[in-house]
């Protein structure tokens, strides 16, 4: 099991060091606006395997970040606008893919580790998305989604940060949303993993928020 590099009494301070770490990164660009009016809230893959402390692969990190997602979450239901929910999972080893080559375990379809944890769990109406790569447009109708609540921003939250998060925010900027990654809403097992997407993305595919900017916002 990773150890934490995040905890409810130090992600303030860590979040405020990531933001000055990446901050040579984003060079002289226009920046970009969030308007939450343009948004789609995506949440990935917060299931048991990853989010509970009886998961498989249980990453201590996200008990720091699940209040904060749940704040948002509970912002954007406020606001009534589009939030989107993704869980990841296999039928078997066939559809493993190149992925089985890199991982022992996968998640199974259907289990109890593939399930949202409770403290994020969906609400009637709100839309869940299945998928089996680590990009969340990959072969699922996440786009039509998207495209159907007239959204063209997307806030990323999740984990994690550097594989599923990461693949879902560059598939987003390919496609033309405008991408935000919630440094403190998103979680990796490790924290220089962590950060390393947070600057390839500033450098070059969206724009790296807190949790707190959102909420603003969103008020």
Known sequence: M?????????????CRSWL????????????FEFDPKSSALLVIDMQRYFAHTSGRSFLPAT????????AILDGFR?????????????????????MGKFWNDFIRFGESD??????????QGEVVI????????????????????GARQVVVTGVMTHLCCEATARSAFVRDYEVYMIA????????????GTLRALANGFGTVLTSSDVLDRLR
């Open 130 to 149: 299945d998928k089996n790569r680590y990009d969340a447009f990959f072969k699922t109708p996440l786009d039509s989604v998207l495209e159907e609540a």
């Open 63 to 70: 008990r720091a970040i699940v209040p904060r997602l749940r």
């Open 78 to 98: 406020t606001s009534g606008l589009p939030i989107i929910f993704t869980r990841h999972g296999h039928k078997g080893e066939p559809d493993l893919g190149v």
């Open 184 to 195: 403190d809403a998103t979680a990796s097992s490790r924290e220089e993993l962590h950060v």
């Open 2 to 14: 990773p150890k934490s590099y995040l905890t409810l009494e130090n992600i303030d301070d860590r």
């Open 20 to 31: 000055e770490d990446i901050r040579p990164f984003y060079y002289d660009r226009p920046s």
């Open 114 to 123: 593939w399930e949202i944890i409770d403290e994020l769990a969906p609400r």
